[in-house]
């Protein structure tokens, strides 16, 4: 039976991964630095505690017989060198960087778009065009630092995936809340900045589990695009939302009035057309409107009896109001 290993496995992704892994009869491992009470105990199931902080704390976790090594939380060359070092125990390593890591003929990138300007990117972005330099600046730079680790040290087959809006069960940044806690809050018009005609690519985590399935395979290191078969806009994103809930409401498109708008944000607002070219060897698990509502299912249960700020951390940590409903109503008086 292959064994696979999953750093930050009870996360969103190293949920939805393990749940693909065991579905297709694999032994796997989860670690992570907390104990998880709400894991499901199941055959072929094991959860480690473990601090990659700690030296040779991975090591001694993963033991010898790890067929895939899959690390949901490296996030710089440091985590990378870990990985480099028990390579010798693992058959292949697969890591989640991030869509963000590209950037513009003049440079400009996702993390800096608010002080230097929207990148322009090409549509689709394929896995050729130019990344930022590593280093230690951004969260994009420090995720090329990682990748350039893994695929100049490693003697292994590793896959490096890079996601774009990622969605699913259990995601502390689920975008989706700002139509859900909408549409449960009564608005029946829901004012979108651009026209509601911003795209930025989705990525679901079953997509990603299926694409780590596919890295189990690979004889040589690769890198692959992971996102949805189509990259819809926010009025569309809006509209399969509701469709999932079975609630009516306007989405309604407001001018377009630079970067960053003021009214009208959501998480997949870009004054440019972010979308990436999926990987040539990635099968898609599905499109967003078949997939998204098994998110929406989690996302209202996981809300009702706490805190949404709470359940979603990272979509609390907006430098901005997200359901700021006066501001709503004032663009739609415009918009009248």
């Known amino acids: 039976m292959q064994h696979a290993f999953i750093l930050g496995g009870t996360g969103q992704i190293g949920r939805a991964v393990a749940d693909r892994l065991l579905e297709e009869g694999w032994r796997v491992t989860l670690a992570s630095r907390k104990p998880q009470s709400a894991l499901d105990e199941q055959p072929n199931l094991r959860h480690v505690i473990l601090d990659r902080r700690d030296p040779g704390a991975i090591a001694l976790a993963l033991g010898d017989d790890a067929d895939l090594l899959l690390d949901c939380i490296a996030f710089n060359s440091a985590d990378a060198r870990q990985l480099v070092d028990v390579q010798n125990s693992v058959g292949t390593i697969c890591a989640i960087s991030s ?12 993390d800096e778009a608010r002080s230097t300007g929207f990148p322009e990117m090409p ?7 130019p990344t930022v330099d590593p280093g230690d600046a951004t969260y994009s730079t420090r995720k090329v630092a990682m990748e350039r680790t893994l695929l100049d040290h490693c003697q292994i087959p590793v896959t490096i995936l890079r996601p774009c809006a990622i969605y699913g069960p259990h995601c502390r940044h689920a975008r989706e809340w700002f139509f859900v806690k909408r549409l449960l809050d009564g608005r029946r018009e829901i004012p979108v900045a651009y026209g509601g005609m911003s795209r930025f690519h989705t990525s679901s985590v079953q997509g990603i589990a ?11 290191s690769t890198v692959m695009n992971v996102a949805d078969p189509a990259a819809l806009t926010v009025g569309e994103i809006g509209l399969a939302i509701m ?10 498109g407001l001018p377009d009035r630079g970067y960053p708008p003021n009214v009208g944000v959501t998480p997949w607002s870009v ?6 070219a999926p990987s040539d060897d990635f099968e898609s698990a599905g499109s967003y409107e078949s997939l998204v509502p098994t998110a929406i299912r989690w996302l209202i249960e996981a809300t009702r009896d706490r805190p949404w700020r709470e359940v979603l951390p990272a979509l609390a940590a907006y430098p901005f109001d997200l359901f700021d409903y006066e501001a709503d109503e004032r663009a739609l008086r ?3």
Do not use: C, E, H, W
């Open 99 to 110: 869509a963000s890591v590209y950037r513009d003929d003049a440079g400009r990138t996702l």
């Open 123 to 129: 549509v689709p972005i394929t896995t050729t065009q």
């Open 210 to 220: 299926a694409a780590v399935m596919a890295s189990a395979s690979k004889t040589a």
């Open 243 to 252: 469709r999932a809930m079975g609630v009516q409401a306007n989405v309604v």
């Open 271 to 276: 004054a440019k057309p972010f979308v990436v």
């Open 334 to 336: 415009v918009i009248r």
